[in-house]
């Protein structure tokens, strides 16, 4: 009835209530079924017609400028950063991260994302909030060293993102109870590098931009189809002195990408010691509920050269 | 059998030989047909999974830095520049062109567009070249009061541009005979606003990248799903001298977007007089072959408010 996540979400109000009754009857083993594999899964959408990513976590903004020597101009409290990114391709969770070049600087960043309905030209962030069909994860893999290039050209990621890999699962909104909450999600979002912690920030501390904001941004002059999916841009937490925030080794919330480790080095010691990633590296990134189940399933990735 | 044009080009192997033998039937009144009209026709692609758009003639982005006192980088001559656009939604070629707001400053773009099929990461210009499926038009909606905010951000185009509309036929590369040649497209590209000649530039003089170019600058890093639009930018020639070239009326061959003539009398005159586009104003932009036949159909949009 639904071949693809795509075919339902074009026609949402006749598919949610027949896919929930689906849901249901699995819960309650009512209906024969196999068991589902992460490992299985290809991106719930793995193409779509729109991925636009934002940079909510302003904090992770400032430390990027702040390692540059630049100052972060005050209208980015304010006006939310987003870029256009390539929907044509995401990958399944569990596929490779492609290794290029060493000096295209490889780096994962672990993000929220959330799937619209369609959105009318103008929405506001109410509206917006109440066009979000579902919410999952993202690792949105970066060439750091193809950035700065790009960002002076001034329009925007063309080969400095190449494709991102989605969560096993997407879910509802209503089914993260209180931790989905006026366009923001609470929770710790654990990123694992090489089966260490690396970042276990909450992505529900420190956005500025709420995704019914983030959304409306997008949507000021167009509207936006069935299916766009829309990222929370980097998760980030300050420390609690309002600072950089420390490593999960040296008790702190740690980082959701490489180069704000990266950044903090700089500032503390005029220069990074980290290395991006390199073939061989394993990238885990995944948020646990109350009862520590997971919510989205894991995204588990090994770099391949 | 290929209930869209997507479904084509995600198996054109299959697809191609089959659409040529429906279009064979037609073009000898061999089956039953009803006759096509361009004004009920959709975008052929309503929705893509990616649309990209170039600035293939620098000659353009020269006139707009010039206008603003402002050097071309050299690099700009061998870097193509290019943008992520929103693909989740084309225009049909006779939709309305929305106007929201007068400080938002509505500009056409008159472009050659080409739709690929898969494009594996690293792909050289000849391989992109072949991977050309599709040729049309596009007039790239823009608005130009948007622009320079989102430019100095770096993060590229979100709000200054809006839905595109697409010609309402594509066609293969063979059937533009001599006027499809190493991945430029060569005939005069008609803009007409409000019923007076505004455009006639040769898409294939001055266009500093073509669209294997372009293809490969997109692809260095990713691989490229089928049914990618992208985009050459809008098409500008120099005049005669080299320098700006003059309107149709003047004798010139004019221009493919308001915006380069509001340059152009900026920098003859200090400030533009030409206003962007209004309610009420019609744009119509199409190409014709040898024997005066429409290629691609015409654009044809009235802006209303």
Known sequence: MFPTLQSALDDWAHAEPILRGVADSLAHDAVPHARFHERDAAAPLPRAYQWADGSAYVNHVELVRKARGAELPASF???PLMYQGGSD???PPRDPIPFHDAGWGLDLEAEIVVVTGDVPQGATREQAIAAIRLIGLVNDVSLR??????????FGFVQSKPASALSPVLVTPDSLGAAWSDGKLSGVLCVDL???PFGRADAGDDMTFDFGTLIAHLAKTRSLGAGSIIGSGTVSNRGPDGGPGKSVAAGGRGY????????IETIEAGAPTSPFLQ???TVRIEMLDARNHS???A????VTG
Chains 1, 2 share one sequence.
């Open 77 to 79: 409290w304010t006006d």
């Open 145 to 154: 060293g193809l950035i700065p290039d790009e960002l002076a050209k001034g």
């Open 194 to 196: 090489n089966g260490q």
């Open 299 to 302: 995204i588990e990735q090994t």
């Open 295 to 297: 919510i989205f399933g």
């Open 89 to 91: 391709s995401f990958l």
């Open 256 to 263: 959701s990408c490489i180069a704000e480790i990266r950044m």
């Open 279 to 281: 073939p061989g590296d």
